[in-house]
């Protein structure tokens, strides 16, 4: 009987130890709420930046390797091992603008105070364009292309611009038409660069956007169509362009630019990203099938 009891106590010992509750003293508190703050302020960060794309794709590797732990896929497992360490190394080479403006923005920021006050600004991240705003946009961007007046309009989705915001200057105003209009009159100090729209709200003008790396871009492309095709390569945005040359409108999503739109077509393609989130292929999908509906009239 006392062998039977040792046994179990062995069993209990080597394999069930995970299941005992450690004592948890004030000490142990302080520091999960100092550990929960620190990684609550680190993942609303990487929300801010192209980084939480990264992450994302981040989650989706380490998924992959706890199925290939279960199902012990030992060469996946080895390799994964190898490429970890070169992989960190790289992420820290690809995202030091993001790491440095980070710690720059630690140092001038209310840690607390931005703990405590984010509740009340997720509100506004979450608000939606209403559909006033998609018609003063539209209304701008076609009065603007009767007068062949160039103009560059950036409208925000889940991936935040703000690193792209911070290079213009801050508006914070609503959305109308005479605004917009007035931003890309000529001659004046804010028509050069971009204008970025979140939500129901203009942020910024003269923003300088990235310019597509695409080396099968059409060469006849200007710098606007080419920071259009840019912006929408690294972010989920939807650009509307209007050319300076031939009053054009183009709408450019996902690296693929949509040329000589008409009102209703520019209100579809924001209305179809505003009521529903896609993705980039499904978006392409969907210019096929606009393709074929424009060929149609065209033959009609």
Sequence with gaps: MGAVSDRIVEFI??????MSFPKIQVTDIIEIIIISIVVYQVFKWIRKTRAWSLLKGFTVIMVFMLI????????????????INVGIIAIVIVFQPELRRALEQLGRSNILASFVLDSDRNKDTLEHMSTKTVNEIIKATFEMAKYKTGALIVLEQ???LGEYERTGISIDAAVSSQLIIN???KNTPLHDGAVIIRNDRV?????????T?????????????????????VSDSLTIVVSEETGNVSVVYGGEIYRNCEP????????YLRKKKIDVNKFKIWKGRMKKSESKKENN
């Design 13 to 18: 010992e080597k394999y069930l130890y995970w």
């Design 68 to 83: 290939a732990a279960i199902l012990q896929f030992n060469t996946i497992i080895w390799l994964f091992t190898k490429l």
């Design 158 to 160: 889940d991936v935040a």
């Design 183 to 185: 931003i890309f009159e």
């Design 203 to 211: 942020c910024s003008a003269t923003c300088y956007l990235p310019l």
């Design 213 to 233: 790396e695409n080396p099968d871009v059409d060469k006849k492309l200007g710098t606007r169509h080419r920071a259009a095709l840019g912006i929408s390569e």
């Design 264 to 271: 209703d077509d520019v209100k579809k393609k924001i209305e």
